[in-house]
C-alpha cells in the first residue's frame, strides 16, 4: 500500500511501514514544514493514503472539500509508539482494503471508519 506521512506523525511509524513493505514517502524527509493543503494535494496526486495525527485534516475534507485518497487520523497521542504501531498493524490487518476511500480513526480501544463523499 502507498502511504504519505504527515510530519506530526513519529518516524519510527515510517519505519515501521516500511519495514512491512509499505511504499512510504514521509513529509519530514521531503518537503518539512509545508502546508497541510500542499500535504493533501501530495497525497491525491501520488494517490497515496495520508497518515496524520493532525484533526485539521478533518477540517479540510469535511468542510473545505478537498480532494483526498483516504485519511488515517491516529488519537493516540498520549500512547506510547508500541501502541501505535499494534493499532495500525491492526488496522492495516483489518480494514486495509478501506484505507484508500475513507477517512479513519484510529483510538486506542476503537476504530472509526467513515465513507468519504467527494
Not at 511501514?17 to 491525491?44: F, T
Not at 493516540?76 to 504501531?85: C, G, H, P, V
Not at 484505507?99 to 468519504?116: C, Y
Request: with cysteine.
Amino acid at each position: 500500500m502507498k502511504f504519505l506521512i504527515d510530519e506530526s506523525v513519529e518516524y519510527s511509524i515510517v519505519m515501521y511501514l516500511r519495514q512491512e513493505k509499505h511504499d512510504v514517502i514521509a513529509v519530514c524527509e521531503e518537503s518539512s514544514g509545508i502546508r497541510d493543503e500542499d500535504v493533501l494535494r501530495r497525497a491525491v496526486i501520488d494517490q497515496r493514503v495520508l497518515i496524520t495525527n493532525d484533526k485539521d485534516f478533518g477540517m479540510l475534507i469535511y468542510f473545505r472539500r478537498m480532494k483526498h485518497h483516504g485519511v488515517v487520523l491516529l488519537r493516540l497521542s498520549d500512547a506510547d509508539i508500541l501502541l501505535k504501531i499494534k493499532r495500525l498493524h491492526f488496522l492495516l490487518e483489518q480494514h486495509g482494503e478501506k484505507l484508500e476511500t475513507h477517512f479513519v480513526v484510529v483510538e486506542q480501544d476503537s476504530i472509526r471508519i467513515r465513507k468519504l463523499v467527494e
